[in-house]
């Protein structure tokens, strides 16, 4: 009996020591090759954008991104069009629903966002950002707080089959040939413009940059409406700017002020109007609609100035930021590299999107015909810059409102630049 004792202690001893080594070495395998640990937590990034050009194929790219990284989800939710964005934007954080990843237009809205943003200056993408990409998100101090979407420019949109119809053999590009233009087009019994005056942002913002724009110094000027060295009121450009708004609103569609952005472009895309102020963002939307259009970018003059006037506006639309207190940091930072890293995201980005890449590292192939024109616009250096983003915070709806109120008549021009004055005076 004592001897049995003896032996199943042994066996006991022995069998223990080898479930010791068998764990001990399925432990250290585990921290050789990590592919042996248990199944990796899935990371979920809340990606909240504002382009609904774009929201389809977009889900499409971070489907594909979500293939390629199985424990990164990307869950993606747009406000844009109609709705207002930077509203949006502000109830999530203060809901405390802050996303990972958001749009910023940069200048005065980076500096009332930045203490929300983390430094992407070391970022691998960063060196392959164009000049003009790096501008709107560069603070005082050099540092870089976002990437660029894109490059984009706008103007008045033409449908050159129409204008044909109409006997139009030359594009305008004056204020006068506009009109003319517009007169023509009428009698041949075609609508010239779609007018979308119920959006905020395509008269007060868009539209209404071109005064800024077309000034000698656009940033010098605006320097000193903040320091009242200069005034809306009485500015050469700006009285100008009464003739682009006569000649839109009394070519226009009917019911302008209630023309939302889809109605706008649809009356475009299907050949019901011959002209629409947008820009290359709403290429996608027209060609879904009329595959065969053929279009172009007619620039909004102010005066009679042909070459002052042969200029589109162009610039960064927005950029990708991300919540510096984001808890995934690091799988943010890894989808954006990769939106402009991977031939993936490259391909996206220009034959999907049919975006105007804002980096040195993709090449600008399948564009549209308003992404080449307003490719061919910047490689010529004939282009004027946004100027909205460094305009007062909330200046841009109180200027459309005033837009508003002078298409329906409620006012005339002259109160319209009183109001555009004092709006910049109360908000700055």
């Known amino acids: 009996m004592k001897r049995f004792f003896l032996m199943a202690i042994t066996l006991l001893l022995v069998v223990g020591i080898i479930v010791g080594c068998s764990s001990k070495s399925s432990t250290d395998d585990k921290k050789d090759d990590p592919k042996k640990d248990d199944k990796e937590e899935t990371v979920t990034l809340n990606f909240f954008q504002f382009k609904v050009e774009i929201a389809e194929q977009l889900q499409k790219m971070i489907d594909e991104f979500e293939t390629e ?73 050099g540092k870089l707080y976002g990437m660029p979407v894109n490059l984009e420019g706008y103007g008045f949109i033409y449908n050159k089959d129409l204008f044909e119809k109409a006997g139009i053999t030359e594009p305008p590009g004056t204020i006068s040939e506009l009109k003319a233009a517009a007169a023509k087009l009428k009698d041949a019994g075609i609508t010239p413009f779609s007018a979308g005056y119920g959006e905020w942002w395509v008269i007060g913002q868009h539209l209404l940059n071109i005064g800024f724009a077309q000034q000698d110094d656009p ?171 460094r305009w007062p915070d909330g200046a841009n709806k109180e200027f459309a409102a005033v837009i508003q109120e002078y298409a329906a008549g409620k006012i005339d021009y002259d109160t319209v630049l009183q109001r555009f004055q004092e709006s910049w005076d109360n908000l700055k």
């Open 219 to 389: 940033v010098a000027y605006i320097a000193g409406l903040y320091d009242g060295s200069q005034k809306i009121v009485g500015n050469e450009k700006f009285a100008q700017f009464k003739e682009v708004l006569d000649t839109e609103i009394g070519f226009a569609n009917d019911n302008p002020i209630t023309t939302d952005y889809n109605t706008q472009v649809t009356l475009f895309a299907s050949g019901q109007t011959a002209m629409v102020q947008q820009g290359n963002w709403t290429e996608n939307m027209i060609t879904e609609i009329n595959p065969d259009i053929n279009m172009g970018f007619l620039p909004i003059a102010l005066n009679d100035d042909k070459a002052a006037s042969d200029r589109l506006p162009v610039g960064v639309p927005n950029n990708w930021v991300i919540n510096k207190n984001s808890k995934n940091i690091e799988e943010a930072k890894l989808f954006l590299d990769w939106m402009v890293s991977s031939e993936t995201g490259k391909r996206y980005i220009t034959e999907e999107f049919a975006f105007i890449p804002a980096f040195d590292n993709i090449e600008p192939t399948g564009l549209g015909d308003l992404g080449q024109s307003i490719l061919e616009y910047s490689k010529a250096d004939k282009t004027i810059p946004w100027t909205w983003f």
């Open 69 to 141: 990284h199985p424990n990164i989800k990307v869950k993606l939710e747009t406000v844009g069009g109609g709705a207002d964005y930077g509203a949006a934007l502000k109830a999530k954080f203060a809901s405390g629903e802050k996303p990972d990843i958001f749009n910023n237009g940069g200048f005065k809205e980076l500096e009332l966002w930045k203490e929300h943003l983390a430094d992407l200056s070391g970022e691998p993408w960063a060196e392959h950002v164009l000049p003009i990409g790096k501008v709107p998100m560069t603070d005082t101090d």
